[in-house]
């Protein structure tokens, strides 16, 4: 079946260093969404990417979309504690575009 | 505040037993989806209902159902609970039935089955 392959599964950082999790899809994907879940709470929307190859910046998050929009990546710059949480992507896939979830990514940010 | 509501927001009950989460989406949402996060786990898409139709359907359990009513609120019933039910349950609405809808997600229904 479709799936959205999310990586790594968790990562710790040092504040102030950078983090990046991928997100890959066994099929072309017609959207991507970000969302972002701190500990204890719910997910939130981050963002949307649509077109291929697109890129867009929110402060220090740089979301990306592959030119196959098969992959996508959510790199932030210099972390701070309030980036701790998880990270999840989701991807619009088949014919009712239904959207296919990563497992997401666990950052943990050492002060 | 996402404006999607969900009632209870902690429930304890027994294995065997069968209990309702209550959903209210977001002013002007059509959308309702339900989705299960277990610890430590992603994700689990259950059910989405549009415009009180099921749209799609995931991993949802026989022993689980749900329904959107005509006022757009969804209830989704867990019954003949087992321990492995325990988890999160989070309820999102979006205003579209697609993919590129944002879904914005109330603080979830943590169910602790004994």
Same mark, same amino acid.
């Given at each position: 079946? +479709? +799936?959205?392959? +999310?990586i790594p599964q968790y990562q710790h950082v040092q504040?102030?260093?950078d983090f990046t *999790?991928?997100?890959n899809s066994s099929t072309t994907l017609s959207n991507i969404q970000w969302y972002k879940q701190r500990p204890g709470g719910h997910p939130v929307f981050l963002i949307q990417l649509v077109k291929s190859g697109e890129v867009k910046k929110q402060k220090r998050l740089t979301f990306q979309f592959g030119e196959a929009k098969k992959n996508s990546s959510l790199h932030i710059t210099a972390t701070q504690t309030t980036d701790v949480g *998880?990270?999840?992507c989701a991807g619009g896939a088949g014919n009712n575009r239904k959207l296919i979830w990563g497992l997401g990514t666990s950052l943990a940010v050492n002060p | 505040d996402s404006g999607v509501t969900q009632t209870p927001k902690h429930l304890i009950t027994a294995t065997g037993q069968r209990v309702t989460l209550r959903c209210s989406p977001r002013s002007g949402d059509l959308s309702?989806?339900?989705y299960q996060q277990s610890l430590d786990q992603g994700l689990q898409f259950l059910i989405q209902y549009y415009n009180g139709e099921e749209r799609a359907k995931?991993?949802?359990l026989?022993?689980?159902s749900a329904q959107q009513f005509p006022d757009l609120h969804s209830e989704l019933n867990l019954s003949s609970l087992e321990l492995g039910d325990s988890a999160l349950y989070f309820c999102a609405s979006s205003v579209t039935s697609f993919s590129t809808g944002e879904l914005f997600f109330g603080e979830g229904s943590r169910l602790t089955v004994l």
């Open positions: 079946g +479709q +799936q959205v392959m +999310q504040e102030g260093e *999790t991928y997100c *998880t990270y999840f | 309702v989806y339900w995931g991993n949802i026989e022993r689980f």
